[in-house]
């Protein structure tokens, strides 16, 4: 068979068990339940003008033009890091070109050669890979079961110089949440443990100053590797990591995908600090968001008698692909943009409608949701 044809016949095999996906665009008019905007920041005309109305100098250019180790190491850049660890009360920070190479590049640069790694089974594609890509001995515990993590702690931690423990915040399939103060209690339980946390979901929701989970529970000084992105709730683009200073130059130097990318854009670096500058204000925002949350994840729950989400995420849980495909089509009928999730993005059997909230969502289209389910 030559490759055209293994390539077709591929694509049919996606098509026959409904796994085939396609690019779309949200029809006008539709409410968009599939995005990351969870603050509502895409279409906020105002808060927009107001960021294009401060902005002049460099921050206004288009492109860095080149790598940070070159020359796109921007006033932008270094005030946006510069701002980051002053928020979260870090040493350092350091931003990235998305989430995808943060979680693919953070562990390769770090780990060594008596390294071992603790991954929750359902961490994010981009952390397994970054995972993978470090060649180090890897377990995975079972998802949100830290007593489970614990015991591979007590067998094997003694046996390397250190453990990284890597999990999220927020998890983006189910909206489940890590119990982030227990997670902090075996590092202080094994003192060779290392704290990988990715906030993605987190960053811009929780908190009073909408930092995220971890400094909503209190522990964000006991993590090592605190990871978020600027793509969903801060309505950007990019990623960044706060840490010691040790780890920073460490990334700077020996990170490749840091190393080898051209830097952010002058002008999404200015917005995303704008934004973050923003972030305490828009507390009512949160407060709408997460409301929304409670009352659909216990709809769904006297729906289906299992609903586990703690967030702005929410999980209706179908189980096969065509029933999924069906379910989505009966909710895009009536208005609201929301996409089946299927394998191999979730386990089989596990098909699902994912509900990613925003702020945006009116009080009038969200009773129509509830209508609807």
């Not at 209690?185 to 971890?214: C, I, M, S, T, W």
């Not at 990019?238 to 051209?262: D, H, Y």
């Not at 909230?357 to 009038?364: E, G, K, P, Q, R």
């Amino acid at each position: 068979m030559n490759f055209k044809d293994r390539l077709i016949q591929d694509l049919d095999a996606l098509r026959c068990n409904g796994m085939y996906r396609q690019l779309s665009v949200v029809p006008d008019g539709m409410v968009n339940l599939s995005g990351n905007d969870y603050l509502g920041l895409l279409e906020d005309d105002a808060l927009r003008e107001t960021f294009y109305a401060q902005l002049s100098g460099s921050d206004r250019l288009l492109s860095a033009a080149s790598s940070r180790l070159l020359t796109g190491n921007v006033p932008a850049a270094i005030a946006l890091e510069s701002l980051l660890a002053e928020r979260y009360g870090t040493e350092a920070a350091l931003v990235f070109g998305s989430g995808y190479h943060a979680n693919t590049g953070i562990l390769p640069a770090l780990v060594g050669n008596k390294s071992l790694i603790l991954s929750d089974r359902l961490n994010h594609a981009s952390l397994i890979d970054g995972i993978r890509a470090t060649g180090a001995d890897f377990y995975r515990f079972r998802h949100n079961d830290l007593a489970h993590a614990r015991s591979y702690l007590e067998r094997y931690a003694a046996s390397y110089d250190e453990v990284f423990v890597v999990t999220e915040s927020v998890f983006s399939m189910d909206g489940d949440c890590t119990d982030l103060q227990a997670l902090v209690q075996l590092k202080r339980d094994f003192p060779n443990v290392v704290l990988y946390v990715d906030e993605a979901h987190g960053v811009g929701v929780f908190g009073d100053q909408g930092l995220g989970l971890a400094t909503l529970a209190g522990v964000h000084h006991e993590i090592d590797l605190l990871v978020g992105t600027f793509g969903k709730a801060l309505c950007s683009t990019g990623a960044f990591v706060v840490c010691s200073n040790a780890i920073r130059e460490t990334l700077v130097n020996k990170m490749r995908p840091f190393i080898f990318t051209t830097a952010l854009p002058p002008v999404n670096l200015a917005w995303t600090h704008f934004v973050i500058q923003a972030l305490p204000e828009m507390h009512a925002r949160r407060t709408h968001l997460l409301a929304m949350a409670s009352r659909l994840t216990e709809a769904i729950r006297q729906k289906t008698g299992a609903c586990v989400s703690s967030s702005h995420i929410v999980p209706y849980v179908i189980g096969s692909n065509e029933a999924a495909i069906a379910e989505a089509k009966r909710f895009q009928d009536a208005g609201f943009y929301v996409l089946p999730i299927r394998p191999p993005t979730v386990p089989k059997g596990t098909a699902r409608l994912r509900f990613s909230l925003s702020a945006a969502v009116t009080d009038a289209d969200f009773e129509r949701l509830l209508n609807v389910l």
